[in-house]
């Protein structure tokens, strides 16, 4: 699990919470069923018209799973590993691949395919597709997020205006003035919260998550062809440090040796 998102939603909810309690505890006067209405509704509303039924369905729940999680195997493991493939293989052969026990699925996979002697294009252009398409619908969820963020604020001061125009409308009943300015007030605070503490973090979360699975599934196909063409264990090794960070690689060589 990713405790940098989950931290961060929930400290980010206990500051507002202990400004609340500083300024005498009163939860009900920060809740305005109007306000409600038209950040969430008018956001979603106008998320929907951006994007089709079918992006946001796949997206959506795509890219709250990965603000969430880590991801399994970093890329340094990868290269250890793709390293005692290649190993294997050099030794036993691309058959003995086919017992071998492989962590990260997609690496499994072009594992599976030298496996099974498939040529080196069809391995090239299957996983490039493969990662091209997770990496789009990454990109779809961040997308998703990214406007709902962009959404909420300006429907914060739609909510605000309307506020105002009930209020001015009813100067003359002073009993109307209270909750059409906590409408306008609140929708403001719903709409800056939402984008601020939610949806637009999210979405950063979510850029940086398809940066990650980008270099480590391009990693992954380059470390497969080079087994692919028989390769030996320390020119793949080699070849994938280039990968690394700086620092990332040095500690790489160090384990090695």
Known sequence: MDLATGFGLVGGVGV?????????????????????????????MATIIRFPFSTIAHGLPMGLRYAFTMRSVKPQDLIEEITRIAEVVRKSGPISLENMEIGDPFLA??????????????IRDAMERDRDNFLMHLDEGSKIYRAFGDCAPAWGMIGTILGMVT?????????????AMATALLATLY???????????????LHVKLEEEDVSRSLIIDGILLIRDQKSPTLVREMLVAYLPHNHRHALEEAAA
């Open 109 to 122: 996979q072009g594992a599976r395919y030298i496996a099974d002697g498939y040529d080196r294009e069809f």
């Open 167 to 179: 209020m001015f409308a009813n100067m003359s009943d002073p009993s109307k003035l209270g909750p």
């Open 16 to 44: 507002v919470f202990a400004l609340i309690m500083i300024d005498g505890g009163n939860f009900a006067a920060y809740f305005d069923k109007h306000a409600v209405i038209v950040i969430f509704g008018g956001s979603v």
């Open 191 to 205: 709409g800056a919260l939402i984008a601020n503490l939610v949806t637009l973090p999210i979405a950063d979360k």
